[in-house]
Nanobody, 112 residues
């Protein structure tokens, strides 16, 4: 049972980035999926949630309108598309299946 994130990196303020998460060892489409982030010295923060079928999503105010979560049940993958990035979006981003598994994360740094 594993989740592996990729796609992080350094991006300028106002830029865009898409993170990927590949699942293995379980039936990905059976589970709700979350994206979290954690900035240095701060608590883990939920940034997106998507239902099993991918037909409904939830975002907190901090990411609503800028982040888009999606999933591909055939490829066992999930994505987090981020636009209009801000320095305060700098964090390690994790994909997560509640009470099952969380990936090791991928670093996103927003800086000029």
């Amino acid at each position: 049972v594993q989740l592996v994130e990729s796609g992080g990196g350094l991006v300028q303020p106002g830029g865009s980035l898409t993170l990927s998460c590949v699942a293995s060892g379980f039936t990905f489409s059976d589970y709700v999926m979350n994206w979290y982030r954690q900035a240095p010295g701060k608590e883990l923060e939920l940034v997106a949630n998507i239902t099993r079928a991918g037909d409904n999503t939830i975002y907190p105010a901090s990411t609503h309108g800028r982040f888009t979560v999606s999933r591909d049940k055939v490829k066992n993958m999930a994505y987090l598309s981020m636009r209009n990035l801000k320095p305060e979006d700098t964090a390690v981003y994790y994909c997560d299946i509640p009470q099952l598994v969380r990936g090791r994360g991928t670093q996103v740094t927003v800086s000029s």
